[in-house]
C-alpha cells in the first residue's frame, strides 16, 4: 500500500488538526480499525507536567470503550515527512490488542504511507497476554 485509503487520511488530518500540542508542537493523530471493520480516531494531548496522552493510547482508548479488543490496521500520522512512529509505551499498547495481522502503517501528512510494520517488526519478542497463564 503507497496510499492508506483517503476517507482514513481525512480523519487523521482532522484529528490531528485536533491534537493539543502546545510544548511539543508535534500534533499526531491515530485511528485503530477493529476487525470488524469499525475505525476510531485519537490525538495527544499534552500537558503541563510534561506527561501526556499519545495520540495511539487516545485511539485504542475509545476503541476499547465501544467494547472492542482486536485491532485490523493502525495508522498514524506526525506533523512531517519523518517517521512518526509509536513511542515504546504505544507498542505494547498495540501489541495488547494486534493480532498477527495486524498491520501498523506509518504516513507521511499527506498519507502516503512512508513504512508498515507487523506486530512483530514493531516490537520484536514482545511480551503479551498469553505470557500469563491461564485462570
Known amino acids: 500500500m503507497n496510499q ?31 476487525t470488524d471493520g469499525q475505525q476510531f480516531a ?22 476499547v470503550t465501544a467494547g472492542q479488543r482486536k485491532l485490523s490496521n493502525v495508522y498514524v500520522m506526525g506533523p512531517n515527512e519523518h517517521l512518526c512512529t509509536p513511542c515504546g509505551d504505544c507498542r505494547q499498547r498495540i501489541r495488547e490488542f494486534a493480532t498477527l495481522n495486524t498491520r501498523i502503517f506509518v504516513l507521511s501528512p499527506q498519507g502516503k504511507v512512508l513504512k508498515t510494520y507487523t506486530i ?16
Open 120 to 135: 512483530d517488526t514493531l516490537l520484536p519478542d514482545a511480551f503479551g497476554p498469553e505470557n500469563f497463564p491461564p485462570r
Open 42 to 63: 485519537g490525538c495527544n494531548v499534552e500537558a503541563a507536567h510534561y506527561k501526556g496522552l499519545c495520540a495511539e493510547a487516545s485511539a485504542i482508548a475509545a476503541m
Open 4 to 34: 492508506a485509503p483517503e476517507p482514513v487520511v481525512q480523519v487523521l488530518i482532522r484529528t490531528r488538526h485536533n491534537a493539543y500540542a502546545p510544548y511539543s508542537h508535534h500534533p499526531v493523530a491515530a485511528v485503530m480499525e477493529s
